[in-house]
């Protein structure tokens, strides 16, 4: 979480996450601050910023993807750490599940399943939280489906700068999944 408010704060790189939370100013909607916290920490990330972050699947990038949007979301559902850590928990395997089917080398941006993990931890801890647990396991199986089937094709053109775009872009995509598979 550190290194996402420091990209705000400094202006890392192409300053993604400061440049979303602008296009809303002070109504912006938990969906965006969740991409824009994750632009951020990988902006700071790429270009410069020496604090340690959460990895998964052998990438920061793609650590910073799932961690924040789950993290933004707690704050805003007003969840309990327990309930953050779970979510947090689901998140990562879920998406360390996807990556199983990838393999070592990909043109493939592990940004999507990140995010995709994001929006399952989302999902979780919004179904829990309602009472809603019967429908968690489907929900989680639309969101991947519907996150994947929409980005899966973007690809990695190697750790750089324009991660955080991507980033951006796959938290969007996969929030927009679970909202498709919530409705």
Partial sequence: VAIS???LRQGYGGEVGRTLL???GTCCPVQVRAAA???AGSD???NGCPMPVVINSGSGNQGIT???PVVEYAKELHASSEMMLRALVLANLLSVHQKKY???LSAYCGATSA???A???????MLRQKGEQERIYQILCDTITNSIETLGGMVCDGAKASCAAKIGLAVENALMALELSLA
């Fill in 37 to 39: 916290a994750a632009a």
């Fill in 66 to 68: 799932l961690t924040l």
């Fill in 115 to 117: 995010a995709t993990g």
């Fill in 119 to 125: 929006a399952c931890g989302v999902a979780y801890m």
């Fill in 5 to 7: 408010y420091e990209g």
């Fill in 22 to 24: 602008e296009l809303y």
């Fill in 102 to 104: 990838i393999g070592s």
């Fill in 44 to 46: 700071a990330r790429m």
